[in-house]
């Protein structure tokens, strides 16, 4: 399973695979009438519910529950870890909440409708499924896995490429018992991830939205985390991403320490907060044909479905004095003057596909 394409199609082979071994069912079908698999690991009295893929173009966050689910079935590491994990716990897991919006890599579902702003309404088939099956688990905690755009930065310059969030419960943002207990499962993995992407992880905004699942299962007490993939460095598989993921996923479940730590909620508020600071290209010190003055060009990469992968089409984002952004790839045109393919100056909005200096048309300064 790789690449940022995942449909039902492709997680159903894998899924039989562990039918032995872990507890799989269908918990109803879409809205389109595809199935959606949950998944029972353990035997623990105390639940965790899970779910992945609401947002069907957001596939990093199935991928490290699928590692999850290699680990966990594997007999021969952690073992004393992983039994003592299960014998505590059970873990469910929906890890395609939105076949149908994965199916045409999209956010919504089959009904153009947004799951994650659904949860007062439940309008929709998917959205009442999770509701029934949160309903009849009772949960202590329960984990909503989503992808965040490459546009997010953390710290210092940095991608976020794991953020986290402890959702609001009210308007004011109070810090009820569940929020407080939600921000010191953060920070548990927080202090395994800081070890490995430094400055990397960062904290999501909490606005409330009482339609949104995370603030609706918060309001009801139940300790409830945000994960938000992110971008790290030359990774738009997100392959390194899953696996910080799954570093999180085990990290937080305890199976990485040796001595039971007390967390304090209070070190949650020194996470970074989120910065749209990203853009996927910029291009410094550019000059456009119809200007004489030197500007910078950012561009953004837009995903989109094409035979079954997914393509990375450039789009000029935003043209200016563009300091306050950083560029996962930055280039330096050193007062070239550049051309789109089609011999025009760049303008906002416009699909590129190459550029070319001016004066040397055969040079090509991006593709």
Known sequence: MTGRYISFEMILPLLNTYKDNFQISDIGISEEGRKIPVVKIGSGKKVILAWSQMHGNESTTTKALFDLFKFLNDPYIYH?????????????IVPMLNPDGAEVYTREN??????????????????????SVFDSLKPILCLNMHDQRSIYGASLGKPATISFLAPAADSDRTLTEARKMAMKAIIKMVNVLEQLIPGQIGRYDDSFNSACVGDSFQMEG????L????????????????????YSLVALFGMLETENKEYGYKEY?????NTTSFRDVILRNAILSAEESEVDVAIQYVESLKKGKIAFEPYIDDIGSLHHLYGHREIDLNLSKILTDSQETLTVGVKISKLFDENEKSIRLFE
């Open 269 to 273: 508020f020194q996470l970074p907060e």
């Open 227 to 246: 994960f938000e993939a992110g971008h790290f460095q030359g990774d738009y598989e997100r392959e390194k991403t899953r696996e910080y993921v799954f």
């Open 110 to 131: 089959a009904n153009k409708i947004d799951l994650n702003r659904d949860f007062k309404d439940l309008s929709q088939r998917e959205s009442r499924y999770l509701r």
């Open 80 to 92: 004393t870890e992983i039994s003592g994990f299960l014998n505590e716990f059970s873990l469910v």
């Open 222 to 225: 139940v300790p409830t985390i």
